[in-house]
């Protein structure tokens, strides 16, 4: 039991070190093991159904907005990623190579794809002909490989989880509305689903995606006040069909490129969950994606009835909801904890004296509140309480956005907003990219996140320069 | 018009080339796309959802059966490879290797798993540490390589798509009911699912899997009689776990060592069921993993209402099958050739007089058997007509296992079937691998399937050298 109670305690706080809370949540609540590759982990099984249960909730929405599934192959011949002179020289800095193929020296090495939009491309070369093969919505699901440097569990691998959405569209206006309807699901699932509030908009020039024309972000805050790219949307225009040469006969009967977009979400996501929503006890998960929504704690499991009581609930709730039973041996205090630190969103406590008064006790995750809850009104209390749990919880996340939300009139403003307080900081634009890499330089690291949707006008000059602003930009440090 | 005929007509006769037939069949129907990486493939939206049918059918039986899902790394250091030396020996022949990462060469090169027992041995010797622990029962779904030399799609692929379970147990009597009910598990899913009958045993030595104690399979004919290895699931004792160190303190504490099996399926289904059930007008889809289970076709469509019955029929249909409406331009003769060729198992026809009959025709991809549906029986006909269409395809490959299976008695009774008849043959087997090789040269390719769980006696004594015969064993060509 010491070892058990120590598992728990010995998370460390987050005021203390962030850092440190993270990888020790992950690591205690059983997400992932590391391995002998560096920044490739193992998904064990209680961080792998976060990832499934993102996924189908995730793929539901790319179906309903007319997308398919297709699978393409995880090697890119060196070659086809060079067609695309902007792609391949964003990503060749950080490619794995296959060089050997079983007994022989390839002649031309291969890329472990770090993204598809080569191999898209080669595929959509041959089966787009005619503005009757158009649009095509295609969705892939796999993992990528990026050579990073620095590696942190779940928000920059080597290895990641991801889907890419890979587009081809008759005009560019249908292009770009695809864009934004990718961009905006990506705002809806973070919403109604992880309850994380995101600031939209796009990518300044600078931190577009390599070769794309223009990038679409939703920038959700940790609950440091650190910023996470969340997901993007690209638009391509026609410049990849032009490089692959993908051509088809138009309504007129010219030839035409068609346009472009691609669009991802990653196990990234995954990170986003827990430092939005987590505290010193542990996870806090959305119960929507919860791989547990009900903890099951006997209590008093050795009397007469408990254990079957136990079971029956479990039967009952298992067909409405995620159950688990914890019959184990050990006490009801240390599961309690064990729940707590898993982030379960409801533990549900049943003894003798409860199943004498025909009810049980239902703990919130997030607020530790007790409701006394009568076996008849079981699911109905279930259903309001998972979702006052995920309203609560987007409530809060959406509090500390806009309490660590601040705007800069001027230059020393920005300056002392990026020292002192952690949080995004609101600043008008020039649009000259010197600016932002001087503010970069100047704070360490804070780094444009979008220009918002929505922009406010905060002062007629550039932060930086002085000189006439053309837009709002949205600022933070990142992960 | 003309080339759409071509496209159907463009199918070569199953008789006349069996090989060229299934190429055929995959590229029109839109399975699969060649790539510039030689064995690697693009599996386009109508072969990927029958792989993500076969997904969903499968994760639940694992599920049922306590199985948790994980991820685990694609890329496996050389050195971890190597800890098992059968294992090593048997995969390192047809291993890719990632020898650079970003700019840097790697002083230990990487293969990208062609299975991955080395990287759970390495994640288990970290997470298991008493009984308690055990079993562990975890599986994943992901892509492998395997640097092929010859490759056919689905069939042989250098990247291929699977699951691999890999479970640890207390005992060894544990381990081998696991490796079993596994096998179990696969062989209920090809003939609930997939329609198709399989043999069942156990491999001998010679055909066993790297490093495996036993090795056992399900084995499907194809409907020209050749085999297919279709699933195979592993016991292997204790041996990995000695040469991972992996241990654990056993309930009368000492220490021990845990007992381990694998199981898989792959992409190679896909193969299965094209080859089992089609004919010579395509695919013919056993409708539990159809990705269309109805394709409605409107009959003298631009008469008033028929579009609209139609869609309405596609609404209603769709609340409890996988619906296509076919709404385009092309004739219902085209239409029809369409979905047959696609293997739908059902083409339900809606015109004006069907409107006024209150009724549509429901025509069988397997039999062509037309059926007229009152409309208010229509879910409980096609409820009806799938089951049935599953029930004969299985019951015609059945047929066709046992029509194209033969006894030899002697040796030059198996010389003669193998060179004639086309399919398994059932023969007698002293146990020896030198009479496997010896038959295997003399035939220009028979192997030996399995030992089946239900031999039968059919001779004393071996095929191929006369000696006692310890085993019936199932031989035959393979893919």
New interface residues.
């Given amino acids: 039991m010491a070892d058990q109670k120590k598992m728990v305690e010995s998370i460390t706080s987050m005021d203390v070190d962030f850092a440190k809370w993270y990888t020790d949540v992950i690591k205690k609540a059983e997400l992932i093991?590391y391995?002998?590759?560096k920044g490739?982990?193992?998904?064990?099984?209680y961080g792998?159904?976060i990832?499934?249960n993102m996924q189908k909730d995730l793929d539901q929405r790319f179906k309903k907005t007319g997308h398919?599934?297709?699978?393409?192959?995880?090697?890119?011949?060196e070659s086809?990623l060079q067609k695309e002179k902007d792609h391949v020289e964003g990503f060749a800095?950080?490619?794995?190579?296959?060089?050997?193929?079983?007994?022989e020296t390839l002649t031309e090495?291969?890329c472990?794809r770090p993204t598809s939009e080569a191999?898209f491309c080669?595929?959509y070369a041959?089966?787009i002909n005619s503005y009757r093969d158009l649009p095509k919505l295609?969705n892939q699901w796999?993992?990528v490989?990026r050579?990073e440097?620095t590696t942190r569990p779940f928000l920059r691998n080597?290895?990641f989880?991801w889907q890419e959405g890979h587009t081809m569209h008759e005009t560019a206006e249908e292009a770009q509305e695809e864009t934004l309807r990718m961009l905006n699901t990506y705002k809806a699932f973070f919403e109604e689903t992880l309850a994380i509030p995101v600031v939209t908009g796009r990518k300044t020039e600078k931190e577009k995606f390599a070769g794309a024309e223009a990038t679409y972000t939703i920038e959700a805050m940790m609950h440091n006040g650190v910023a996470l790219q969340s997901g993007t949307s690209h638009y391509f225009g026609d410049g990849f069909a032009k490089a692959f040469d993908i051509t088809f006969t138009g309504r007129d009967n010219t030839i035409q490129y068609p346009h472009q977009t691609s669009w991802g979400v990653t196990t990234r996501m995954i990170g986003a969950v827990i430092m939005v929503h987590g505290d010193d006890n542990g996870l806090v998960l959305p119960p929507r994606i919860a791989p547990i929504q009900v903890a099951v704690i006997p209590v008093a499991m050795h009397k007469e009835g408990v254990l079957d009581a136990a079971n029956a609930l479990k039967e009952r709730l298992s067909e409405k909801y995620r159950v688990k039973l914890d019959d184990s041996d050990n006490s009801p205090g240390w599961k309690y904890a064990e729940y707590e630190m898993r982030g379960v969103p409801l533990r549900l406590e049943i003894g003798p004296k409860d199943i004498a008064n025909g009810q049980c006790v239902l703990v919130r995750r997030d607020t530790r509140e007790k409701t006394f809850t009568p076996l008849d009104q079981l699911e109905e209390t279930i259903d309001r309480l998972l979702n006052e749990i995920h309203d609560s919880l987007y409530q809060k996340a959406l509090d500390n956005l806009h309490a660590k939300t601040f705007e800069a009139r001027t230059h020393e403003e920005f300056l002392d907003i990026a020292e002192n307080k952690p949080g995004f900081i609101e600043a008008m634009w020039c649009g000259d990219p010197e600016c932002e890499d001087k503010l970069k330089d100047e704070t360490g690291g804070v780094k444009s996140r979008c220009i918002p949707f929505v922009e406010k006008h905060i002062a007629d000059t550039c932060v930086c320069c002085g000189k006439p602003a053309k837009h709002m930009l949205v600022w933070g440090r990142q992960y």
Avoid: F, Q
């Fill in positions: 093991d391995t002998s590759v490739c982990m193992v998904y064990r099984p792998y159904a990832w499934e398919e599934n297709v699978y393409l192959p995880m090697l890119i011949p086809l800095p950080e490619a794995a190579w296959v060089t050997i193929g079983g007994d090495r291969l472990v191999l080669e595929h041959k089966v295609y796999c993992s490989m050579w440097k080597t290895e989880l």
